[in-house]
């Protein structure tokens, strides 16, 4: 992977290279936090259908150091791309050409160009500003930085008692079949490098894709890091999210990714409290 940390200052640059070959060609860090410059471009990639009122509160958050937006229109019949558009001029919009939200991700991932790639709901719930924790975690040395709502500083509005407990056994399935410490399971806000793809392979179309994720980056023996988040309640509109309906499915992967094949390394997942630094 490529990664680079050092001091924020603005419109700072650094050679990659020694001082001495001059043929170097600097590199540009971008600012993150008074404390953290990087020069892996970050995509952020946002599945859509309808989230034209919702856009607003979500781009408000993105933080400005981010490279690109990449917006999946899941055959929207509102103002969604439109508002995009206009609230994020450089954004790029994906159509989808399939249904439901795995296929939305698979496409948006497949027009990244960054390095570093981050998941985002667009019906509010996620706030941007917590993208540092997660892009800091992944300079750090994690492979896949994972949002948990029930780690130690994440929280929930969202979540009635059933897919609670729907989501709490279900993670405590994937915990002891594959050998994982998550504390959560079913949560879209994630962020990784893009050579995590090459691993995980994605062949899903539903909602199940967040563990489908979270299964094969165990099962690879990736770095993964918890990150602590918080969820907030939707803003407009309807979730399409079908606590039984969607439950079934997850456990189908959880059984399926079982059968498929064993573990290909012991795992490296750190709880949330684990802090790998910012580095210097």
């Known amino acids: 992977m490529s990664s680079f940390v050092q001091p924020a200052m603005p419109g700072s640059t650094i050679s990659s290279n020694p001082p001495t070959n001059p043929t170097s060609t600097p590199v540009h860090f971008r600012p993150v936090s008074s404390h953290l410059a990087i020069a892996p471009p970050v995509s952020v990639v946002i599945p859509a259908m309808n989230e034209a009122e919702n856009l607003p509160h979500v781009f ?75 892009v800091s975690a992944l300079v750090s040395g994690a492979d896949f930085a994972k949002g948990s709502r029930f780690a130690n500083g994440g929280g929930t509005d969202d979540m009635t008692p059933i897919r609670k407990l729907g989501n709490w056994a279900l993670c405590a399935l994937v915990n002891a079949k594959f050998g994982a410490r998550y504390t959560d399971l079913c949560y879209g806000y994630n962020a990784f490098w893009r050579h995590c793809l ?39 509109g309807a979730s399409n999210l079908r606590a039984v309906r969607d439950g079934l499915r997850v456990l189908k992967v959880i059984v399926r990714e079982r059968r498929s094949r064993r573990l290909r390394s012991r795992p490296a997942v750190l709880p949330a409290s684990a802090s790998l630094g910012e580095g210097s």
């Open 60 to 134: 408000a958050t993105l933080p400005p150091w981010i490279h690109e937006v990449i917006l999946v229109d899941g055959h929207s019949t509102d103002d969604t791309v439109k508002v995009a558009r206009e609230l994020w001029p450089s954004v790029t919009v994906v159509e989808q050409r399939g249904r439901g939200k795995g296929d939305a991700l698979i496409s948006g991932f497949a027009a990244c160009t960054g390095e570093i790639i981050v998941m985002v709901d667009a019906d509010g719930s996620a706030d941007g500003n917590e993208i540092v924790s997660y």
């Open 198 to 236: 090459d691993h995980i392979g994605l062949d899903c179309a539903g909602f199940e894709v967040e563990t489908l994720m979270n299964i094969r980056v165990v099962k690879a023996g990736l770095k993964v890091q918890e990150i602590p988040s918080h969820e907030h309640l939707r803003i407009h």
